[in-house]
């Protein structure tokens, strides 16, 4: 059997584990996804190289036990072996795949928010994470209508539910009305998003775990964020991460006709 591993000193590997399928091999359950391990095998084989021993540095047991915790953990080893280089060095990637996975097993958060959580970090990290808040071209804000007076707060325009913005994934994220226009005339596909869920988007990463268990966001509002995630992530891998395909084959969940998106409860106030 050939098993692919995300090592930090290699990167993307794969190896052969002979036998590992035998009851009375070494290597019998302990190749499993999800967990880390400490394995032995020579880097720089001709060919797939052996695995010759491979133990349990971190089991994480929970993760197969719940689908939707499943599912999370094999979306985040697939980004994991879509962003890993063969045998270049991968510290941070394998750090930042070990930690989510590390989450999802220890978390009380739901694993469809532990899941938006890694995903926009990974995007972030990666270095193409969609303008949310600001004008990708321009950088000036992006109101959700041109006519809003710019002494509305943010705090008001994020409760009005039902706002939409201009969106372009070739753009880079949300525009502001006159990019919108330009990127239009140039033949760019520019459609709009529901603000709640490029806010939800763009506030999660700065709310503390203990923050979000308090008030978590409602799952209808992961789930627009996760599709607005997904298809952003198609548009710039190029393609459907198998993990994707089954979420993303629906309609999109933020066109129009899906009506008003929830928003992010507000933080609570301090007196
Ligand atoms: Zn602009």
Redesign the pocket.
Known sequence: MVIRLLTPDWGRVDLVAKGAYRPQSRLFATLDWFHTLEVDFRPHAQGLAPLRQADWEQRRPRIPLDRERYRAGLSMLELGEAAARVQHAEPELFAWVEAGLQALETSELSPLLELVRFELGFLDWLGIAPALE???????P?PSRSAVSPTVSSKESSTAGGMRVPFSAGSGGR??????Q?ARQAGMRVGTMPESVLDAAAQIPNRSPELLALSPPPPELLHRVLDLLGRFLDFHLESRLRSQRRFLAGANRNAPDRGPAPSLAPLPHRS
């Open positions: 600001s004008c990708a071209t321009c950088g000036s992006a525009l502001c009305a006159s990019c919108a330009a």
